[in-house]
């Protein structure tokens, strides 16, 4: 009589297979319309925004897509404007991969996938309109300096995603103190001017931009794939769109421009409806914490 072989067994046995033949493995899903995780091939993973989780600064979120995962932290700085300079204040972005993101994630070294990311997320944000320099101005002498700082503390794939998604869940979060500049030049506070200390004013974003990353393997189109699908894929595009449905940002990688031409469609398609899931997610995700204001 023959022993049952234990599931943990079978278990290891499709394990190895995997990590030998990845190829394969993948294979024999996505001939089945599905990915190993279970979802259907244009389905993006679980998502979560949360909003203020550190206290320590103006404003932050916290975004996990999977187990991509980003902490977007603000601070806010006033500075005087020179008379040759616009009336307007400044945002400054950048992204930093913690060392145990990833496996290639080097220790005192930015990556060049957070590089990509952060101008990315720049040009989105500046470039194509979303914030306006102007609200952050306090007066013709003096204006806000935002810093936005994005830590990715898992780098699991569909990193423009979840880092963009972080950006603007803080961005939609913040509030201005109520400042005033007194006859000396100093920027004061209204508690110090000797009003209400609690006095803020909302600062929005003309438009949201989402982004949705695609992975083109064997011919099916691959929404928000993992870092795994992403080494397996034959080229990846990712989109940004705005409320209209405008494209933001296209960026592509891999694979022949001409060939892929009928998955840059599917992926803008795929994106615009990625985005009212995502606009859903971030509403709630406000309204939990009191902010209706926002005018998204």
């Given at each position: 009589?023959?022993?049952?072989v234990?599931?943990s067994s079978n278990e290891l046995q499709?394990?190895a297979?995997?990590?030998l033949?990845p190829?394969e493995?993948?294979?024999?899903f996505?001939s089945?319309s599905?990915?190993p995780?279970g ?9 979560t925004?949360?909003?203020h ?8 979120a916290?975004?996990?897509i ?5 902490m977007a932290?603000m601070?806010l700085?006033?500075f005087?404007?020179?008379s040759?300079q ?5 945002l400054?972005?950048?992204?930093e991969?913690?060392?145990f993101?990833?496996?290639?994630t080097?220790?005192?070294?930015q990556s060049?996938?957070a ?12 470039s194509?309109?979303?914030v ?7 007066d013709?002498?003096?204006?806000w ?5 994005i ?7 569909s990193?423009?995603?979840?880092c ?6 803080a ?5 201005l ?13 209204k508690?110090e001017?000797?009003g209400s200390?609690a006095e803020?004013?909302?600062f929005?974003?003309?438009?949201v ?5 695609c992975?083109?393997?064997s011919?099916h189109?691959i929404?928000d794939?993992?870092?795994e699908e ?15 449905g405008?494209i933001?940002g296209?960026?592509?990688a891999g ?7 009928g ?7 795929a994106t615009k ?17 009191g902010i209706?204001d926002t005018g998204?």
């Amino acid at each position: 009589m023959s022993a049952a072989v234990p599931s943990s067994s079978n278990e290891l046995q499709a394990e190895a297979f995997k990590r030998l033949y990845p190829n394969e493995y993948y294979a024999k899903f996505i001939s089945k319309s599905l990915r190993p995780d279970g979802r259907p091939l244009g389905g993006a993973r679980a998502t979560t925004i949360g909003i203020h989780p550190l206290e320590s600064t103006n404003s932050s979120a916290l975004v996990k897509i999977g187990n991509t995962t980003a902490m977007a932290g603000m601070k806010l700085q006033h500075f005087a404007i020179s008379s040759d300079q616009p009336v307007e204040g400044d945002l400054a972005v950048s992204v930093e991969m913690a060392a145990f993101a990833s496996s290639e994630t080097r220790p005192g070294r930015q990556s060049e996938a957070a590089q990509c990311v952060q101008e990315q997320i720049r040009t989105a944000l500046r470039s194509a309109g979303a914030v306006e320099l102007g609200e952050l101005a306090i007066d013709k002498s003096h204006a806000w300096a935002v810093f936005l700082d994005i830590y990715v503390l898992n780098a699991d794939g569909s990193l423009l995603d979840v880092c963009l998604l972080a950006a603007v869940s803080a961005l939609l979060g913040l509030r201005l103190p109520h400042v005033e500049v007194n006859d000396q030049g100093q920027v004061v506070t209204k508690a110090e001017m000797g009003g209400s200390a609690a006095e803020v004013r909302r600062f929005g974003l003309k438009t949201v931009p989402m982004a949705l990353t695609c992975g083109l393997y064997s011919g099916h189109l691959i929404a928000d794939p993992t870092s795994e699908e992403e080494t397996l894929a034959a080229s990846l595009v990712s989109t940004i769109v705005d409320a209209s449905g405008c494209i933001v940002g296209l960026y592509k990688a891999g694979g022949s421009a001409t060939a892929d031409e009928g998955m840059l469609l599917q992926c803008i398609e795929a994106t615009k409806i990625r985005y009212k899931e995502l606009m859903v997610l971030l509403k709630q995700a406000l309204a939990e914490k009191g902010i209706q204001d926002t005018g998204i």
